[in-house]
């Protein structure tokens, strides 16, 4: 039995020592041999147990994340430690468990051993030889392996018992069922700019500059790095390349299966053990006694294990003609095929399609415009990164070569032209002003060259630049308040018998809603408000230009027999009581803890941790 595996049967106790860590084990140091980092009651703690353990937190962190990590970051992040701490804790419960006198016999031993998969042969059964080989790679022999067997299977028996009156928490989940799935009815309306009983007037300048200078955050630009740059893609040289007919049609030549596609079918495949078998299977659809799914069901199949996708004539063999003929929907069969007699139903029609030459040739000329225009990039690229180099300015490679000039004031936000390729972020992301331009290659095959002018503090745009920005948010604020200030008006005369309709509005109506549904187009706050209603109160609420109004119609109890409402109550009561366990599987470790006591010789695990590489 592996011993990652191994740690699975105690895992509340693992669960806990994630919070403990080492804090309350009472360490103290001694001295004491190299044999042994310490002990924990009557139990000794090996220097050889110490390091597999260390070695086997490192694995399975490894496992995890899916990456190899050297020891020393291994102990950087005190995975030493946590292993220390388990290594303490079940020689805890060790100790408690020889102190009860619980332990297993020799038969449940040897039937774990003998069950364990990690020591199982081709055949399934156990092997003695993958036995062994665990055994010399983790440098145990088999008696102390089986102790440490005999040991975790003890801590199981003391772990369940601990936990077999673990109370199950029904009247907390009842409570919680109860609170999460009471049912509202209610009804809501929204108030917009069409609402309004006068239009808003057109703001001052005084207004706009008093929103601006309220506001600056929203019209400050953020720091900027102003980056001249030269770049070249292939998109700036394609419509200029010289293209030859016969180049273009060798390449729709060699695209004619895209562009020449043969009728092809949506079919299930359905396979059976002989040919009598699926002529039985045939029959029985054919006198309507079954179904296709069911036929796929009774083999303990789903339909996605028959779907053959589209499928041409010679992907069909001897059935190509019978498919190719029937309808959609249509069950044919049995013929034979690389899985034994099947029986075949089409599900759908892709019929033939052909583009010719001159239909094709957009996207022809654009290809091929492309991957020329890549060549001469290519070609141009060493010219180009010497001239850098020896020191030309990116002024003088834009004069000189096919590239093209441009400044941009770049944040992480930007996205316009050359900002819009990975490369140029991260090169942007990074530059200083000491950094000299390098040619850069982009994604599609185009190359880049930047430099950093200057940095840009965070600057406030004056109003006239930003003018229209504020006008509008202006009058957004406006609206809004007008509109809050209506429908706090119209909730003052609304009642639990009030028509919402005849006020004008559009009503909408909700039945049976709990606090985990969702209704679109309201805030966030706008649920909550309604279970903190009263049947018949009406409320208003802000919206970014309008305002809401909800009445609260009526509370339903929640429906305890609904289905979903059964499996909630079942699923949280099985939380409260895995939580509950939990608690008192710590309680009692830390009790166990304190009693045993332990004394950790630090110089002798220092010493070990000399030998984890």
Request: hydrophobic share 40%; aromatic share 6%; net charge negative.
């Amino acid at each position: 039995m592996a011993r990652g595996s191994k740690s699975k049967t105690i895992v509340w106790a693992l669960m806990a020592l994630l919070i403990l860590g080492l804090g309350g084990f009472g360490v103290t140091n001694f001295s004491g041999g190299v044999r042994s980092i310490g002990q924990v009651g009557d139990q000794e703690l090996s220097t050889a147990g110490y390091l597999r353990a260390v070695q086997d937190e490192v694995r399975s962190y490894e496992a995890q994340t899916g990456s190899r990590i050297p020891m020393q970051q291994a102990r950087a992040m005190q995975l030493d430690q946590l292993a220390l701490a388990r290594m303490i804790a079940f020689a805890a419960l060790d100790h408690e468990a020889d102190t009860l006198g619980i332990s297993v016999g020799d038969d449940n031993l040897r039937d774990q051993l003998l069950s364990q998969r990690a020591f199982a042969g081709v055949d399934g059964t156990f092997d003695r030889e993958a036995y062994r080989f665990y055994l010399d790679r983790t440098g145990q022999t088999d008696k102390q392996f089986e102790e440490d067997l005999r040991r975790e299977l003890s801590r199981g028996l003391l772990q369940a018992a601990v936990l077999s009156q673990t109370p199950a928490g029904e009247v907390y989940a009842g409570t919680l069922t109860a609170y999460l799935a009471e049912r509202r009815d209610f009804s809501w309306a929204t108030l917009d700019q069409g609402d309004l009983d006068a239009p808003i007037p057109d703001a001052t300048d005084a207004q706009l500059q008093a929103w601006h200078d309220a506001h600056q955050a929203d019209y400050t630009l953020p720091q900027r790095k102003r980056i001249t740059y030269v770049w070249l893609t292939p998109n700036m040289l394609s419509d200029a390349v010289p293209l030859e007919e016969a180049d273009l049609r060798a390449l729709y030549e060699a695209r004619a299966e895209q562009y020449n596609t043969p009728e092809r079918r949506l079919v299930e495949r359905l396979g059976f053990a002989d040919m009598q078998a699926a002529k039985r299977a045939f029959e029985l659809l054919g006198s309507g006694d079954t179904t296709f799914e069911d036929l796929v069901a009774a083999r303990g199949l789903d339909l996605s294990d028959t779907d053959m996708g589209d499928v041409a004539r010679e992907d069909l063999g001897t059935a190509a003609d019978a498919i190719f003929a029937a309808e959609t929907g249509d069950t044919v069969g049995p013929f034979e095929s690389d899985i034994g007699p099947a029986l075949f139903r089409v599900n759908g029609t892709l019929p033939a399609a052909s583009t010719s030459f001159e239909d094709a040739l957009p996207e022809l000329r654009g290809e091929l415009a492309e991957a020329e225009a890549r060549k001469l990039i290519d070609d141009q690229m060493e010219q180009i990164d010497d001239e850098i180099a020896a020191g030309a300015t990116l002024e003088e490679v834009a004069n000189d070569t096919d590239m093209e000039l441009a400044t941009i004031d770049w944040t992480q936000d930007s996205s316009d032209d050359a900002a819009g390729y990975a490369d140029f972020q991260t090169e942007a992301a990074k530059i200083t002003e000491d950094d000299f331009p390098q040619l850069i290659k982009l994604d599609d095959g185009g190359i880049l060259a930047m430099r950093l002018d200057s940095v840009l503090p965070p600057e406030l745009q004056p109003l006239e630049q930003v003018r229209d920005d504020v006008t509008q948010a202006w009058e957004d604020d406006q609206i809004a308040q007008a509109l809050m200030q209506k429908a706090d008006t119209m909730i003052a005369d609304i009642t639990a018998e009030t028509d919402l309709a005849a006020l004008g509005l559009t009503v909408t109506q909700e039945r049976d809603i709990t606090r985990q549904d969702f209704i679109p187009n309201t805030p966030q706050t706008f649920l909550p408000t309604v279970f903190e209603m009263q049947p018949g109160e009406a409320r208003s609420l802000p919206l970014p230009a309008g305002a809401l109004i909800v009445r609260l119609d009526a509370v339903q109890s929640p429906d305890m027999d609904a289905p979903e409402i059964a499996a909630t109550r079942a699923q949280l009561i099985q939380r409260a009581a895995q939580g509950r366990a939990q608690d008192i599987f710590q309680y009692y470790i830390n009790d166990v803890q304190n009693r045993a006591g332990a004394q950790i010789n630090q110089t002798a695990v220092d010493a070990a941790n000399t030998q984890l590489q």
